[in-house]
């Protein structure tokens, strides 16, 4: 059964920083595109960070380039998610997701994913 795991989520100061895990089960994850999302109350789910799984490949969303930096350790089976100079608009429900279908593009799109882990809150707050 494909499962995947999130866990590194909290509360921190702004400019503080946090290391998102999202770790798999079931399945090697260097044949799957992962994508990171986050959603917060009454938003649709956005697309933050994904690495593609032919290359290693990894893209990010313009309000959080430069601060978070997606990677891969395929001898964890594990993504990160390393979220640096953290403000308050990045507090969120944080998910990351896997594609196989698509496991050859970098896609941010939600609906590309077919699993999905049971997210991780981020609180960024003084």
């Known amino acids: 059964q494909l499962q995947l795991v999130e866990s590194g989520g909290g509360l921190v100061q702004p400019g503080g920083s946090l290391r998102l895990s999202c770790a798999a089960s079931?399945?090697?994850?260097?044949?799957?595109?992962i994508g990171w999302f986050r959603q917060t109350p009454g938003k649709e789910r956005e697309g933050v960070s994904c690495?593609?799984?032919?290359?290693?490949?990894?893209y990010h969303a313009e309000s959080v380039k430069d601060r978070f930096t997606i990677s891969r350790d395929n001898a964890k089976n594990t993504v990160y998610l390393q979220m640096n100079n953290l403000k308050p608009d990045d507090t969120a429900v944080y998910y990351c997701?896997?594609?196989?279908?698509?496991?050859?593009?970098?896609?941010?799109?939600?609906?590309?994913?077919?699993?999905w882990g049971q997210g991780t809150q981020v609180t960024v707050s003084s």
């Open positions: 997701a896997a594609t196989g279908a698509h496991w050859h593009i970098a896609t941010m799109l939600e609906g590309d994913y077919d699993y």
């Open positions: 079931g399945f090697t994850l260097d044949y799957y595109t």
């Open positions: 690495i593609r799984g032919t290359d290693g490949s990894t």
